[in-house]
């Protein structure tokens, strides 16, 4: 039997809404020892409350919610984690911008400026802006374009396929 259509979706005629295709999802297929290299794994470990112990590579950091949301307020929010991460991709690719154009990056800093959106919870806008003294005028749009595709930036504007599962 099939279901009815959506009130406010056309049909194909038979019933069946007409709905844009999802996204495709990968399949699984066995991985070449190059793919297999480039997965990468991060750990991320309870340590009470809302604080959470993120391990990356030989690297620890924390995340936490703030003191009015229940937290203790002891390391950003992921949420925050997140902005950061695409603020200081952006200032690494400026970076070497820079020194690939023999240009100063003294004074070099990203500031991010992020809002919440709802349904669903979500970052809605970030706006990002880039200091940095003394690039000339005939190097200001490449410099954007460059920034413009940090690998964050890129994941963003082409989300990966996310999966979320219990272990077994």
Known sequence: MRPEPLADDPSDGLGTPLRPPERARPKLTVRSRKEAAMERAIR????????????????????????????????????????????????????????????????LAVTALFSMSEHPARVGEIQLSIQIPGVPDDRRAPLLAVASHCTVHGSLEHPPVVTIGLAA
């Open 44 to 107: 991320v470990d309870h340590k009470g409350g809302d604080l959470f112990e993120v391990a990356v590579r030989q690297h620890v950091l924390h995340v936490d919610q703030p003191i009015e949301d229940g937290g203790s307020d002891a390391a950003p929010t992921p949420t925050e984690v997140f902005v950061a991460s695409l603020a200081s991709c952006v200032a690494f690719y400026v970076r070497r911008f820079l020194l690939r154009h023999d240009l100063p990056t003294d004074g």
